[in-house]
């Protein structure tokens, strides 16, 4: 029995001498990760506000050395006018009863250059509660300032002792503040881990960080970039999606911080994380005013480019048969006009008239169709081939054209818009056929996805249908191939075409209010094809 007591306090001292070690490892730790930190002044005040601690971010921050600062009050670094309004004392009454006070305002640096700076005053309690002290966190953010107040970045918070830094750590809220070792596995957790990711500590501890993140991003890597970068460079910072115990996702900030001990070997990684999902939809929300801005700027340019066609055609294409209707009038009023005279100024007047009439009309098909505002349906676009056919019945006789077509498929849209975009790119191929040559149309359609898509294609991040219409006819130049959908655009190929030049500028319009588009391949003498993007129903 006495050897088993003996035993037993022999293991007793051994697990007492493991935790004490333990216990020394990791305020050591901390006292690393704290005095190696430069980007932040960390440090600790007693509760009169007098400084007891002094880290290198401090010394780069406010220039003041170790031991020209500690024991004198964290006062010196506000401006007269805040002492004077007793600031220092406030933020750390506010602490005191609020458990942490943050602000952002002008400092005063030991050579009296101001700075902007951004602190976080963080109570610390012994075990029965009483206030023995603060954390005061400092950042400076002049330059951010200066960018017209972008948002803070992260204030690492650590600790300075197994006791201090712990409850430190473990009392901030608003940042999840982790100790990782070499491998990325987590050693400790804190209340604004728990809040921000969902995990308790027994939870979680001892397990990887990647745990945080997406399936995209452990696919690509990410977490193992993100310790390589900090390894390298000291510190890597990242702004992504990251996930929580219940699988929700939250936009967090995070630094990576490299630890090394007295030698230089690296023993870890602090990481501090910040939820700004808040900040994030606000700037999406922004982004997305931005587009639609950006979408109805574009849409006002087509309607003025619309309007000065609009006043060309008033100016210009309608006032010429006017024109030559007064001139043949007055013709006929001429004492020695013949019959035949008569005759020939009466087929100008007619003819000058048809002219105005088709040009009219013209313009009031396209008025239609920009403001056509019916309710879209699922259309079935081999029946409006077969509708526009069956109207061109008569023009396909004549011209003794061949029309061929795949299975085209159904697409939300509205019908007249469709029926008018099939019967102008068909009445298009017949009248621009090769003197002497029916014309020879193929329909074909596919399925493609966005992804294929040359960028230069205004169109929605979806799968669409390309229509294809192709023909034997005399074709165009490929310089030509956007102007030839511009309203009242007539292209001088053969000499005995006429035509109001605004059948293309239907099927563009049709196809834009569909949400799709339509472009244009040819070679003088080889033919024209025609391409109509259509959104697929989903």
Known sequence: MELNNEQFRADSVRNRTSEQNHTQLTAARFERMISEVEDYAIFLLDVNGNILSWNKGAEKIKGYRADEIIGKSHQLFYP???????????LLEEARKNGKAVHEGWRIRKNGDPFWGNITITAIHDDFGHVTGFLKLTKDLTEKKAADDRYETLLEQLRRSEERYHKMITEVQDYAILLLDVDGNIQNWNIGAELIKGYKANEIIGKSF????????????????LLKAATENGKASNEGWRRRK????????VVITALHDEHGALIGYSKVTRDLTERKKYEDRLLNNAVELELKNHELLNLN??????????SHDLKEPVRKIRIFADRQLEPDNTMEDMQ???????????????????????????????????????????????????VIQDSKAQITATRLPAIKGIRFQMHQLFLNLLSNAMKFSKPGLPPEISISARLVPFSSFPEELPLADRNYHQIIFADNGIG???????????????????????????????????????????????????????????????
């Open 476 to 538: 165009f130049e490929q310089d030509q191939a956007e102007k030839i959908f511009d309203v009242f655009k007539r292209l001088k190929q053969k000499e005995d075409l006429t035509g109001t030049g605004i059948g293309l500028s239907i099927v563009k319009k049709a196809a834009l209010n569909h949400h799709g588009y339509v472009t244009a391949e040819s070679v003088p003498g080889k033919g024209s094809q025609f391409h109509v993007f259509l959104p697929a129903i989903e």
């Open 344 to 394: 020939a100024f009466a087929r100008k007047i007619i003819s000058s008239a048809e002219r105005m009439q088709a040009l009219m009309e013209s313009v009031l098909l396209y008025s239609r169709i920009s403001n056509e505002n019916m309710e879209q349906e699922t259309i079935d676009l081999n029946d409006v081939l077969k509708s526009v056919k069956n109207d061109l019945e008569l």
């Open 210 to 225: 990647k745990n945080f993140y997406t399936t995209e991003d452990i696919i690509n890597g990410l977490p193992d970039k």
């Open 305 to 314: 480019a619309e309007l000065s066609s609009f006043a060309y055609v008033v």
């Open 80 to 90: 007269p006018e805040d002492r004077e309004r007793k600031l220092p004392q406030q």
């Open 246 to 253: 219940d699988g929700s996702t939250f936009w967090a900030s």
